[in-house]
C-alpha cells in the first residue's frame, strides 16, 4: 500500500513550480537578495516543508507565490512561479485577486497582525466569502460559522462578533486557518503557523491542518524553522539556508540520511528520546548578514567540515541518491 502511494504521488500532476527565483531588495543601506536561484516543484496532494532558520528567504519565498512581494523595494531578479502550467507573473491585478482565496490561500505568521483588530472576526471572514464567492451577508454568516465549527472554535455562533484580542493565540491560528479555507482553495501555504504556540496547542494545530488537507484533496507548503515539526506531517522537505535551498528530497530519507552539514545541524538540534544526552548540539554562529555575505558557500563559516574551496565557490545542487538533491562540496 505505501509503495502504491508513493507510485501515485510521483505519478501526480505538479501543481507548482518554482525555477531559479531570485528575488532582491533595493533598501537605503544597499541590496539584499532575499531568495537567491530557489527551484522545487509541489504535485497534488502533496505536502511541501520548507525549513530554515530566521531570516533565511521562506516567507519571501512563500509571498513570491501569490505575488505578495512589494516591488518597490522588491525585485524578481530572474527566474518563474508556475501555478497549474501559468505564469503567476503574467497573471493581471484582477487574475491574481482571483486566484488568492479561490485557488491559492496563506496561512500567515502572526495573527494578529494578518488580523485586522478593529473589525470582528465573523466580519473579516465574511469579507473574503462575500467579495470572492459573491454571497449575501446571511449566507457569509452561516458559512463562517461552519468554518469556525470546522476548525474546533466552541460556540462557533456566539463568535461572531467578537475581536482578535477576544481569542488565545491557537485559536487566532484556527481562524486564520479558517479565513484561509473559506474559498474552498485547492493549494494552502501555512506560514510558522505553530510559532509561540505551546507544545500542546502546536500539535493541535499541526493535527487540525493535516485533517484539512486529507479531508480537502489540497496541496501544502508548510513553512517552518524546526524540522521536528515537519517529520510526519510532510511528504517532500526543502532545507533553506541565507537564500538558497541547501538540501531537498523525500522526508524518510532527509532525516534517515541528511547530506548537508546544515540539514545535520538542524537535527542535532531536536530533542530526541532515544539519547542519553541532557543537552541539544546547537548550531554555532548566527545566520550571516544578507547585505553583506561572506563568498562561496554562505554556510562555511558555521560548517565544522569547511574545506578552501568552500570560501571560493558556491556549491551547485547535485543528485546525491535517486530523488535526493544537495548543495555541498563535500559531494564534489
Known sequence: MEQRAKHDMAEAETVLELDDLTIRFKLKRGELTAVNGVSFKVKRGETFGLVGESGSGKTVT???????????????VRGRVLFEGESVYDKSDQE?????????????????????????????????????????????????IELLQLVGIPSPGSRLDSYVHEFSGGMRQRVMLAMALSCDPTFLIA????????????????????????R????????????????HACDTIGVMY???????????????NPQHPYTMGLLNSIPRLDTQSKYLTPIKGLVCNMQNPPTGCKFHPRCEKAMDICRQEIPQMKEVAPGHFAACHLHN
Open 242 to 256: 541565507a537564500s538558497h535551498i541547501v538540501e531537498l528530497g523525500d522526508t524518510r530519507e532527509l532525516f534517515k
Open 216 to 231: 480537502f484533496g489540497m496541496s501544502l507548503i508548510f513553512i517552518t524553522h524546526n524540522l521536528g515539526v515537519v517529520a
Open 191 to 214: 506560514d510558522e503557523p505553530t510559532t509561540a504556540l505551546d507544545v500542546t496547542i502546536q500539535a493541535t494545530i499541526l493535527e487540525l491542518i493535516q485533517n484539512m488537507i486529507e
Open 62 to 76: 512563500a509571498r513570491s507565490i501569490m505575488r505578495l512581494v512589494p516591488t518597490p523595494p522588491g525585485e524578481i
Open 96 to 144: 491574481m485577486r482571483e486566484m488568492r482565496g479561490k485557488k491559492v490561500a496563506m496561512v500567515f505568521q502572526e495573527p494578529m497582525s494578518a488580523l485586522n483588530p478593529v473589525f470582528t472576526v465573523g466580519s473579516q471572514i465574511g469579507d473574503a466569502l462575500r467579495t470572492n464567492l459573491g454571497m449575501s451577508k446571511q449566507e457569509a454568516n452561516e458559512r463562517v
